[in-house]
């Protein structure tokens, strides 16, 4: 949604519009983040030890786990912010930049 911020300084507060509020407990769940991204991490699974740094470090809890093993990321919330990659002790993930819309 694109907003007509032409007369953003004359606004009143009750003008702004709704975005990102957090109008209940939970509803982060709704808000698909991932769409901020300019990077997004990719898993080498070979050089992982699944000691699990990334999962603890991600602010976004945007990396899976199953069975106490990474099993991936939530692209729909993964900002792409690259603290995975950054402490991840075996450079098991990298920051790739997202494709831009023309090259899909
Ligand atoms: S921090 Fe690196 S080595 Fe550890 S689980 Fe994550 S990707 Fe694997
Ligand atoms: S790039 Fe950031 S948000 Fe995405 S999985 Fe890594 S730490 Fe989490």
């Not at 991600?58 to 991936?72: N, Q």
Request: hydrophobic fraction near 30%; charge should be neutral.
């Amino acid at each position: 949604m694109k907003w007509d911020v032409r007369r953003i300084r004359e606004w009143k507060f009750y003008e702004h519009p709704q975005g990102a509020t957090i109008l209940e407990a939970g509803n982060s769940l709704y808000y698909q983040t991932g769409s901020w991204r300019t990077f997004r991490p990719v898993w080498i699974g070979e050089k992982c030890t699944h000691c699990l740094y990334c999962f603890i470090f991600c602010p976004d809890a945007a990396v899976k786990v199953s069975k106490e093993k990474i099993a991936g990321f939530d692209y729909e919330h993964c900002k792409g912010c690259g603290i995975c990659a950054t402490e991840c002790p075996r450079e098991a993930i990298e920051m790739v930049e997202e494709q831009r819309e023309s090259d899909r």
